[in-house]
């Protein structure tokens, strides 16, 4: 099993930026991608970032430029540093790892953009 606890969310204003964070425990796949993925309230949770082991990057077209996907594969860590956030980027945000035996998810962190 694979464990991921997030921290970091909270509320800020429109224009403000957080730093994200994820770390993972437990039997970690060699061969892994983790990124982020959030869901706002009605709506599909929704691909933000990923990453792969090697440091591949995938993100979704509307935080390109503002967002930041990163890891420190030492510390079995991925943190997410968002930049210029709005009212779009409210919701919660949940930590994901991709191996060959499964997928896992965090509990979900919310962020809260304040107008």
């Known amino acids: 099993q694979v464990q991921l606890v997030e921290s970091g969310g909270g509320l800020v204003q429109a224009g403000g930026s957080l730093r994200l964070s994820c770390t993972a425990s437990?039997?970690?796949?060699?061969?892994?991608?983790m990124g982020w993925y959030r869901q706002a309230p009605g709506k599909q949770r929704e691909l933000v970032a990923t990453m792969t082991r090697g440091g591949r990057t995938n993100y979704a077209d509307s935080v390109i430029g503002r967002f930041t996907i990163s890891r420190d594969n030492g510390k079995k860590t991925v943190y997410l540093q968002m930049l210029s956030l709005s009212s779009e980027d409210a919701g919660f945000y949940f930590c994901?790892?991709?191996?060959?035996?499964?997928?896992?998810w965090g509990q979900g962190t919310q962020v809260t953009v304040s107008s």
């Open positions: 994901n790892l991709e191996g060959l035996r499964g997928t896992w």
């Open positions: 437990g039997q970690i796949p060699s061969f892994n991608t």
